[in-house]
């Protein structure tokens, strides 16, 4: 802990000294900060942290004050020095004012030191690849226009055909179960192309990565292994190269380890093995893989992506109707990587911080300006003997300086700390691994910038207010009652005015996140998650060669499901709803209008008893059932939407559609769902068109079991009997993803989670901080005007009339920051819009109700001081006099 | 001539020393009196570099730190260092005058 301390200072010193260069012997940086470090050795050798905070101290106090110093010759020791150790000195006079404000400072700048991490390697940063700007990636587009995965078959064609790249890889996501005694694990796997490593620049830490070798269709199974893994598994032991890894159906040899804290460090796989496929296997119908390329030399985007359409319209003549409306292009791996929702996800997280900062630095400015009032009787001694008010200036505003510098100095320890938070907190998937590094040199200069900023904006006002203040009068009256305080008093009301405005742009912006939230979590999803527990089964492709086998294992698995007691009902589909797995299918309907054209929708492989476990209803004829054998009819359902899209009201059960691919299947309707929320609970109310297969007739390998029970609690008992009933069929078959539907529900609204709580977190900090600031400028106001008060009891006015004036002079301020606040809210709340469901930007309830809350605790923040002067004795006032 | 500048170049009187050791140098002759801190250090021997008092030293120990860069004395430093040490003496001397300060004690060397 405290040799980081000292690597971290020692690299900050490092920074700071390369600012000044000009004021070493040329080339002595390095030996600069080499005796530095030196130092700070000697300082933690003698004394530990004490030391090193004293060598801090020094070191720091120097540095700052020579480097602030413009170098003239006639002043060795400037005069900065001294207003650095008499800021100093003020500050540990008054340490209560120190603590609170270095605290607020501290977590102000650390948490917006974290999110401008974010930010800059989200938006600004080089890519942690090699020649970043170089790498693209090329996607196939739809006949409806939108970017989709490849097909193997056309990917094996662009390596083979493209001239724009000088590599193009491609990468499968899949899911291996891992032998190695006791329960099977399943691990999140990439099939790469073997250039991958090299394309993107990574070498192996340990061993190597792919060679082309590896890549031969009879080459024995290679792998590369995340250092994740290493470090989990096998203990980080070198000799874990050339060991094997048992899978189940089959064994690869590692052949290498990724580099420790890389981006593949942060990304779900690993294992990595090669992606290779006999050209005869490869398929034009499904398209599943990422594709990414490196740019030739000389090659712009444009002209690879000129290429590529040509490129792709040729492959589709070649092969007739498969691929007709398809196309493809090339992106910047950047543009994809960063979506538009996430880089509003991060400038809204930024600009809340920014004003959490900003409603902290007010309310600082608030305390340092009573400070300044405080001490204007030193100030004016000050001046009476002799001191500039440039100078009286200068050393107020070096001790917010300073402030800040202390504050920002820990802030950079808050930051990591709320990094390594928000990345733990922010919803897988949302922001691309990348962003969520760690604090670097660049968030260490942008946590410079702003202590310097927060210093000048906190403490310039009462500084250059204190400078200004009559000399005569202060003495005289001993700091109360002058023109002076009467422009404080001004000043505070601005204070106080700005931050409640301030903090009302965030509060009301919470309203409107959380009324949509709420309306969001009170959908009805269109089926029943009540007492249904959920798990995956990925059968090994090794062991379950396309599917053959799946549908008896499937059926074996569900019959002894169905027999455990307690289990209502049982079923298996490719993906429940809110899964967040489409697959989309050509087809067309017989019989309709538009019964040439092939149109697409999702498409769903059932077992029976899918409807009844999933408490969804039929509309129209019978859900497909376990009689919908491989033998049987074949059969489709679908749902509302796809009904009355490509039906319109005639009946649908009866009809016949057909399925395009390599062979066209018939199909025969025989029922209609009611429509579920299968996207997300905030689809539109529109729902997508869906059909549902027999699994039995189209078998997959990778399937998400539901088993009813009476509720969760059932449910949930019920795992143990349910993982006995699958290993009973298939010992070696990992079971993934174990959860209940309800659950499910929740994960599909993590992100507006996230969103609606980290604004509303950052809205009720602004709020107390705001409400700390009223209470702080009225008590202040009224101190200072102890007398006024005083005299008007004197005068008759009852305390019920002094509460009423001096509450309803801090309301007013109040209501003028809400009403400032209000409308900023409204021009700001487009932002987030697109995040609302249900809700307007204006929702005039929601910005009342916020309105409201922020209002009464304001109202509670001026009336707490206020009742305190109502209950002054009149005449211990006048008498203090 | 300010204390500094003075306590370096009396550091440098009788050896070369890199910057780290003329920090410890200064710290142990005044009995930790006087400590430099590193920016201070190096502002000033620019100072000194600049106008000549000292130089650095191409050649250094084989076994060192090769961040390390280490500064001898020049003969017009030197020069400067003894007219300094002239004035400070001369200064103790008129303090003495004044019984500011004890009579020097002659030691028999």
Redesign the interface.
């Known amino acids: 802990m405290i040799a980081g301390a000292a690597r971290l200072a020692g690299a900050i010193f490092r920074r700071v000294t390369a600012l000044a260069s000009d004021r070493w012997p040329p080339g002595a940086a390095a030996d600069l900060a080499e005796t530095f470090d030196a130092l700070q050795r000697d300082a933690i050798a003698r004394a530990g942290w004490r030391g090193l905070l004293a060598c801090w101290y020094r070191e720091g106090v120097s540095l700052l004050a020579l480097l602030l110093r413009t170098p003239r010759k006639a002043a060795p020791m400037g005069f900065l020095a001294h207003d650095l150790r008499d800021a100093w000195r003020a500050l540990v006079r008054t340490p209560g004012y120190t603590l609170l404000v270095v605290a607020t400072l501290a977590l102000g700048i650390g948490v917006n030191t974290a999110i401008f991490s974010v930010v800059d390697a989200l938006l600004f940063k080089a890519l942690p690849y090699a020649d970043p700007d170089r790498l693209v990636r090329i996607t196939e587009i739809h006949p409806s226009g939108n970017r989709n995965t490849v097909a193997p078959a056309n990917f094996l064609d662009w390596q083979r055909m493209a001239r724009s790249f000088s590599a193009i890889a491609a990468r499968q996501n899949a899911s291996f179960a891992l032998l190695d005694g006791g329960d099977p694990i399943e691990l999140i796997a990439s099939r790469v192309s073997v250039g991958y490593f090299d394309m993107v620049g990574t070498s192996a830490a340990v061993g190597r990565t792919f060679q082309p070798a590896d890549g031969d269709l009879n080459a024995p199974c290679a792998a590369v292994i995340s250092n994740r893994l290493w470090s989990r598994r096998f203990a980080r032991d070198p000799a874990v190269v050339g060991t094997a890894l048992h899978f189940s159906g089959f064994t690869c040899t590692v052949i290498g380890v990724l580099p420790e804290a890389s981006v593949f460090d942060r990304v779900l796989s690993d294992v990595y093995t090669p992606l290779i496929y006999a050209p005869a296997e490869a398929t034009r119908l499904s398209h599943f893989l990422g594709v990414t390329a490196r740019l030739a030399p000389g090659v712009t985007v444009e002209q690879a992506r000129a290429e590529m359409k040509s490129l792709a319209d040729r492959i589709n003549k070649a092969n007739g109707e498969v691929l007709r409306g398809w196309s493809a292009t090339v992106d910047p791996f950047r543009d994809l990587m960063v979506r538009a929702d996430s880089k509003r996800l991060v400038w809204v997280l930024f600009g809340a911080v920014g004003l959490v900062l900003l409603v902290g630095c007010v309310n600082i400015a608030g305390l340092a300006l009573s400070r300044t009032i405080a001490r204007q009787r030193e100030v004016a001694v000050r001046v009476a003997l002799g001191a500039g008010r440039w100078r009286v200036f200068r050393a107020l505003a070096v001790e917010s300086l300073v402030l800040a510098t202390i504050g920002a100095g820990l802030g950079l320890f808050v930051g990591q700390w709320a990094l390594a938070a928000f990345a733990s907190y922010v919803p897988p998937g949302t922001l691309p691994a990348e962003a969520l590094a760690s604090l670097d040199s660049r968030a260490l200069m942008f946590t410079m910038a702003l202590a310097i900023m927060t210093g000048l904006l906190f403490g310039t006002v009462p500084a250059w207010q204190a400078a200004r203040g009559g000399v005569n009068t202060a003495l005289r009256s001993g700091g109360r009652g002058s023109s002076g305080s009467r422009m404080s008093a001004r000043l505070h009301s601005v204070l106080l005015v700005t931050e409640v405005a301030l903090a009302m742009v965030l509060v009301a912006g919470a309203a409107l996140l959380v009324v949509s939230f709420l309306r969001l979590t009170r959908v009805d999803p269109g089926f029943n998650p009540n007492g249904v527990v959920t798990m995956r089964l990925s059968l090994p492709q090794a062991r379950y060669k396309d599917g053959i086998g799946a549908p008896a294992f499937y059926n074996d698995v569900l019959a002894r499901i169905r027999r455990i007691p307690g289990v209502e009902h049982a079923t298996a589909v490719t993906s429940l709803p809110l899964g967040g797995w489409l697959y989309g299918q050509q087809f067309r309907v017989e019989g309709t209008a538009t019964e040439k054209v092939w149109n697409s929708a999702h498409i769903q492989h059932v077992t029976g008893e899918y409807v009844a476990t999933l408490g969804m209803s039929l509309r129209e004829g019978r859900a497909i059932d376990d009689t919908d054998t491989a033998t049987a009819p074949g059969v489709v359902m679908i749902n509302e939407t796809f009904a009355r899209r490509f039906i319109g009201d005639q009946p649908a059960a009866g009809r016949t559609i057909v399925i395009g691919g390599a062979t066209e299947t018939r199909l025969q309707i025989v029922g209609v769902m009611r429509d579920v929320k299968t996207g997300g609970l905030g689809d539109a109310p529109l729902a997508t068109p869906e059909m549902y297969v027999s699994h039995q007739q189209a078998p997959m390998p990778i399937l998400v079991l539901a088993i009813k029970a009476r509720d969760d609690a059932a449910a949930t008992r019920l795992l143990p009997d349910v993982r006995a009933a699958i290993h009973a069929v298939d010992p070696e078959l990992p079971v993934g993803n174990q959860g209940l539907m309800s659950d499910l529900i929740g994960t599909s609204l993590t992100l507006q989670r996230f969103q609606t709580s980290i604004v509303s977190a950052f809205a009720v900090l602004a709020g107390l901080l705001a409400c700390i600031g009223v209470y702080a400028v009225r008590s202040q106001a009224l101190h200072a005007r102890q007398r006024e008060v005083g005299i008007r009891m004197a005068l008759g006015a009852t305390r019920r009339d002094v509460l009423t004036m001096t509450v309803g002079q801090g309301l007013k301020l109040v209501a003028c920051g809400l009403a400032i606040g209000l409308g900023a809210a409204v021009l700001l709340a487009r932002v987030i819009e697109p995040w609302l469901f249900n809700t307007r930007a204006a929702d005039p309830a929601m910005l009342a109700a916020a309105t409201v809350a922020l209002g009464t605790a304001g109202l509670l923040a001026s009336w707490l001081p206020a009742r305190r002067a109502a209950q002054l004795d009149p005449l211990t006032t006048l008498r203090a006099e | 001539m300010?204390p500094q500048v003075f306590h370096i170049l009396l550091a440098l009187a009788d050896q070369d020393l890199?910057?780290?050791a003329i920090?410890q140098d200064v710290a142990a002759r005044t009995a930790g009196n006087v400590?430099l801190?590193?920016?201070?250090?190096?502002?000033v021997?620019?100072r000194l570099?600049d106008d000549g008092w000292i130089r650095?030293l191409a050649a250094r120990p084989d076994a060192d730190?090769p961040?390390?860069?280490y500064y001898r004395i020049t003969a017009a430093g030197r020069a400067a260092g003894r007219a300094e040490a002239e004035r400070l003496a001369q200064l103790a001397e008129m303090a003495r005058a004044k019984r500011w300060l004890p009579k020097a004690r002659r030691t028999r060397s």
């Open positions: 300010s890199h910057g780290y920090i400590r801190t590193a920016s201070t250090l190096y502002a021997l620019k570099l650095e730190d961040r390390r860069r």
